[in-house]
C-alpha cells in the first residue's frame, strides 16, 4: 500500500524559514517524481514545485510565488521528500501536501498534509 | 500561470448527471492532453478521477468521464449518487509546470 505521511508543519513568523518532510512507503521512492501542492484554509489546490526521479535527472520546477523562496530535495536513501522554506509570508499559510506523480503528469496518491501558519 | 476556471458550484439530484467545465488557455488546456480532475470530500486529501483527459484510474466508477474541446475540459458525473458530494479540481500540465482549477463545489440535492 502506498502511504505517504507529511511532518515537520507549524506556526513560524513571517521572514522565518520551516522544513516539511514527507516520508514514503509501499513504492520504488527513488523511480519517482514527487510534487508538493498546497491548500490555504478554505481555498483551492495550488501546485508548488516539483522532484523529478535521479534517473530523469533530479531537476525541480517550482510555481512563480514561490519560487526563488522555496527549495524541493530528496533523499532515496530515507525515502523521504523535502520541501524548504525560506523567507515566509502570511499567504504562505496553507496544508501542504506531498504527492506521487502517476505517468509523469499526473498526482494518485496524496498524504495527509501538514498545516503550515505564517503569522506574527 | 493562472489558475484554470471552474464554475464555484453545480448540484442535481440522485440518478441526474452534471457536467463540470475546466477552461483554460492556449498555453495549457488546449496544447496538451494532460488533464486530470480530482475530488476532495471535506477534511480529505485530493483523490485522481481523471487523467489524460479522459482515462479513469482502476477502482473509480464508470459514472465518471472526462472529455476535452480547446481549451475546455470538463468531467461528467453520471447517475449522481450521494457520496458523489465533495470538491472537484481540474488540473492541466503547462510547460514544465501545473496549473489546477479554481474548484466546483457539487452538490447532490
Known sequence: ?120 | QSALTQPPSVSGSPGQSVTISCTGTSSDVSSYNRVSWYQQPPGTAPKLMIYEVSNRPSGVPDRFSGSKSGNTASLTISGLQAEDEADYYCSSYTSSLYVFGTGTKVTVL
Open chain 1, 1 to 120: 500500500e502506498v502511504r505517504l505521511v507529511e511532518s515537520g508543519g507549524g506556526l513560524v513568523k513571517p521572514g522565518g524559514s520551516l522544513r516539511v518532510s514527507c516520508a514514503a512507503s509501499g513504492f520504488t521512492f527513488s523511480n519517482a517524481w514527487m510534487s508538493w501542492v498546497r491548500q490555504a484554509p478554505g481555498k483551492g489546490l495550488e501546485w508548488v514545485g516539483r522532484i523529478k526521479s535521479k534517473t530523469d535527472g533530479g531537476t525541480t520546477d517550482y510555481a512563480a510565488p514561490v519560487k526563488g523562496r522555496f527549495t524541493i530535495s530528496r533523499d532515496d536513501s530515507k525515502n523521504t521528500l523535502y520541501l524548504q522554506m525560506n523567507s515566509l509570508k502570511t499567504e504562505d499559510t496553507a496544508v501542504y501536501y506531498c504527492s506521487r506523480h502517476y505517468r509523469s503528469h499526473y498526482f494518485d496518491n496524496w498524504g495527509q498534509g501538514a498545516l503550515v501558519t505564517v503569522s506574527s
